[in-house]
């Protein structure tokens, strides 16, 4: 296991933002490719889905994820 530091824009609370599992990650839309790779480089996964929820960049604060499944508030209209 590495010790890694990140933060997203601006901001070094990056569990608001980012959704991390042991198969895949969730990312803010609008996120760059190279902070994208980097994570994926990070957490050794190969899945990477830029979303938002509801318009929100905040991942984090509005859904839980495991490798199971990801849970989401009521009004949000894709499956992920």
Known sequence: ??????QYLGN???G???IATDDFLLVPSGISENKM???RR???VDKV???RIRGSKLL???SVANSNGVLLPYGCEHEV
């Not at 296991?1 to 990140?6: D, H, I, V, W």
């Open 1 to 6: 296991m590495s010790l890694q530091y990140f």
């Open 42 to 44: 990070c957490f050794k």
């Open 49 to 51: 889905l830029s979303l």
């Open 12 to 14: 070094p609370n990056i």
């Open 60 to 62: 984090g604060a509005l």
């Open 16 to 18: 608001l933002f980012i």
């Open 37 to 39: 790779e980097f994570l």
